[in-house]
């Protein structure tokens, strides 16, 4: 059974602050996705990554993919507090259904 | 991308009685796919909607507590049967619409059972 987890489970920091998320496996993931959910809505997707060693950036947002395609991290600069909700992984292996990971819930303090 | 729109958003209901979740989405998709997400949790696999067959339950999930129709490519409906507040969860739907690995979601259906 492939598990993903993420650390820390949950974060609150001040408006202007940086912050690394964390997400992990023993498992090998053909393609690793950032979800972030607002308080009454669905996960919206911010990346997908697919390359072991690849980095994103989506604005204030970097993502990586580890080497090895176990692990992936998201940095956010200067945070805002618009940038409050739950952050989740998920890993996609082909022909197999996503495996979330339990998320990161992020406040952010004006 | 696509647009997945569910109903009902939300609802209150009565222990014992069922409910019923529609999910239309506004292109044809081979893939979709029912979650749900219990308080303050993860998002957990209910069920593969395959359309002109039976649903692919994941482990924990069955039939007769979660029947799930899949009459075209762009709607589907999954029934909560027999609820207890147990089953207050958000639901979601949701799909792979290009086949590229990456799933979108519907904005929700978070149920509460009395």
């Known amino acids: 059974t492939q598990l993903l987890e993420q650390s820390p489970q949950f974060l609150s920091i001040q408006e202007g602050e940086n912050l690394t998320v964390y997400c992990n496996s023993s498992s090998v993931f053909s393609s690793l996705q950032w979800y972030r959910q607002e308080p009454g809505e669905g996960p919206v997707l911010l990346v997908t990554v697919v390359t072991g060693g690849e980095v994103k950036k989506l604005k204030r947002l970097t993502f990586q993919f580890g080497d090895a395609r176990k692990d992936s991290s998201l940095h956010i600069t200067a945070a805002q507090p618009g940038d409050t909700g739950l952050y989740l992984c998920?890993?996609?292996?082909?022909?197999?259904?996503?495996?979330f990971g339990p998320g990161t819930r992020l406040s952010v303090l004006p | 991308s696509a647009v997945i729109s569910q109903k009902p958003s939300r609802d209150i209901c009565q222990r014992g009685t069922s409910l019923t979740i529609q999910c239309q989405v506004d292109s044809q998709v081979t893939m979709m796919f029912w979650y749900r997400q219990q308080p303050g949790q993860s998002l957990t696999l209910i069920a593969t909607a395959n359309q002109g067959s039976e649903a692919t339950y994941e482990s924990g999930f069955v039939i007769d507590k979660f029947p799930i129709s899949r009459p075209n490519l762009t709607f589907s409906t999954l029934t909560v049967s027999n609820m207890s507040p147990e089953d207050s969860s958000i639901y979601l739907c949701?799909?792979?619409?290009?086949?590229?690995?990456?799933?979108?979601f519907g904005e929700g259906s978070r149920l509460t059972v009395l």
């Open positions: 998920a890993g996609g292996v082909y022909g197999q259904n996503f495996v």
């Open positions: 949701s799909v792979d619409a290009e086949r590229a690995g990456e799933l979108f």
